[in-house]
């Protein structure tokens, strides 16, 4: 089984919507982060969690929110979609070193019409 | 502020080739460096990570990275390449708390 996963694995929605993407892991990493990446511009930090208590914008943050559940579940959101929100969707985790290695999921292609 | 900057988005390469993929870095701090590399139709895994100690880095399937200060680069490499080599290879770097990842460069191994 997969030590990252993330659900749906692929999702079309319309602008307006809510959309959840979820990401579970099975590595007891406290760290998890939620990526979107966009061809040519590399990936791109959303949100991180250093724990369930503790949550952080990252560098795109703006339309999005986040929700850890617990250690293992990191949940996504788009309160309202957007045509430019249309991107490939990573979940990560790590240990608790800063230097350490990130463990990717597989990734949630979204497409917002 | 770190950031990085991967040269070349994209790098055609015949089989048995070899090959350089560029990475430079800005870092005001101590630096941790990784390559990952994304097959098609998956996440990112480590390719290999700089941390500390020997500026040569072996890392999986005979790619290594050389860590050198003065020119603030990362630069990854392979003596020969396979077509299962196809893929795109971004360099990150580490501010301790998150990483910051370059735009990519695709690699493409022809027959």
């Known amino acids: 089984d997969a030590d990252v996963t993330q659900t749906p694995r692929n999702r079309i929605t319309k602008t307006g919507k809510r959309i959840m993407l979820e990401c579970s892991q099975t590595?007891?990493?406290?760290?998890m982060y939620w990526y979107r990446q966009d061809p040519g511009l590399g990936l791109r930090l959303i949100y991180y969690s250093f724990d369930v208590k503790d949550i952080n914008k990252g560098e795109i943050s703006d339309g999005y929110s986040v929700s850890r559940q617990a250690q293992a579940k990191f949940s996504l959101s788009l309160e309202s979609a957007i045509p430019n929100q249309t991107a490939l969707y990573f979940c990560?985790?790590?240990?608790?070193?800063?230097?350490?290695?990130?463990?990717f999921g597989p990734g949630t292609r979204l497409t917002v019409l | 502020a770190q950031s990085v900057t991967q040269l070349d988005s994209q790098v055609p390469v015949f089989e048995e080739a070899p090959v350089e993929l560029r990475c430079n870095y800005s870092s005001s701090v101590s630096v941790y460096l990784f390559w990952y590399v994304q097959y098609p139709n998956q996440g990112l895994q480590l390719l290999l990570k700089?941390?500390?100690?020997?500026?040569l880095v072996k890392g999986i399937n005979g790619f290594e990275a050389e860590f050198n200060k003065s020119q603030t680069s990362f630069h990854l490499r392979k003596p020969s390449v396979h077509i299962s080599d196809t893929a795109e290879y971004f360099c990150?770097?580490?501010?301790?708390?998150?990483?910051?990842f370059g735009t990519g460069t695709r690699l493409q191994v022809f027959p």
């Open positions: 700089y941390l500390s100690g020997s500026t």
């Open positions: 990150a770097v580490s501010d301790s708390v998150k990483l910051i």
């Open positions: 990560a985790t790590s240990d608790l070193m800063g230097a350490d290695t990130q463990y």
């Open positions: 590595k007891g990493h406290d760290r």
